[in-house]
């Protein structure tokens, strides 16, 4: 079956019937989620030998293009999710490809700073991040979030002082403050995510230490300018800021 068979099936049932409450009640849109999960929408951009679709930028930016015509929500969160994948997909492990390719995990972006600490430290095989991420879609519902924090040691500081992470959404002391209204979609779930302290393993780490800076160049900012432009919305995260990981 085609990425566009699939995505026509569940066009017009979960994705359509979640896109009302989004729009009205807020509601996140955790059915039509799960549905372009089950039909390997959520996977699309993973190696097929991993169970994914194989697919790259241009067929996801067509998914987007035509789920945000029935939920814009969904296409919101599938928007940070492929962007963050891009990342994923390139240096992260093969457990959470191959769970993303199967329809089991969703993740996002949390790479916008509120405040002047984003601090990680190192001690031996642990890192400790701390801050707090403004205008993360899918704020308590996505399963990992690609974190953006200063270098936990030892890293390429030329290349930006910045590091990337996938930071699980159950680690403990990770939480949403409140779930105000943020400048994404209704029902895009757009919100603070705060980490206080949040304690990862070193291989959490994606790319270089301190090279987080290029990843979100090269990788994260192409993906969502591309895949925000399907729909008619420029964007940077989330609502026309450039991520604070890459502004000057």
């Known amino acids: 079956m085609s990425y566009r068979t699939a995505l026509d099936h569940v066009l017009t049932g979960a994705v359509a019937s979640g896109g009302e409450p989004a729009r009205t009640q807020g509601r996140f849109p955790r059915s039509g989620v799960t549905a372009l999960g089950r039909a390997g929408l959520l996977g699309l951009t993973v190696a097929p030998e991993l169970g994914g679709g194989g697919r790259g930028l241009a067929e996801a930016a ?33 457990w959470v490809r191959a769970e993303i390719a199967a329809g089991r995990h969703l993740c996002s972006l949390a790479l916008e700073e509120d405040g ?51 930071v699980p959404a159950h680690a403990p002391d990770l939480y949403v403050p409140a779930r105000a209204a943020g400048p994404g979609p209704s029902g895009s779930a757009t919100s603070t995510v705060c980490a206080d302290p949040v304690r990862v393993p070193a291989s959490a780490l994606l790319g270089e230490d301190g090279g987080g800076e290029r990843l979100v160049r090269e990788l994260v900012q192409p993906w969502l ?15 026309g800021h450039e991520p604070a990981l890459v502004a000057s």
Not at 133 to 149: H, N, T
């Open 225 to 239: 300018t591309e895949l925000a432009a399907a729909t008619g919305v420029m964007s940077g995260v989330v609502s």
């Open 116 to 166: 002047p600490e984003f601090a990680a430290r190192r001690t031996g095989e642990v890192v400790t991040l701390r801050g707090r991420k403004r205008q993360v879609v899918a704020a308590g519902e996505a399963d990992s979030y690609l974190w953006s924090s200063g270098p936990s040691g030892g890293g390429p500081g030329g290349l930006g002082g910045r590091s990337l992470w996938l």
């Open 62 to 94: 067509d998914v987007v293009a035509r789920v945000a015509r029935v939920c814009p929500a969904a296409a919101t969160v599938l928007r940070s999710h492929y962007a963050a994948v891009a990342v994923v997909e390139a240096y992260g492990g093969a």
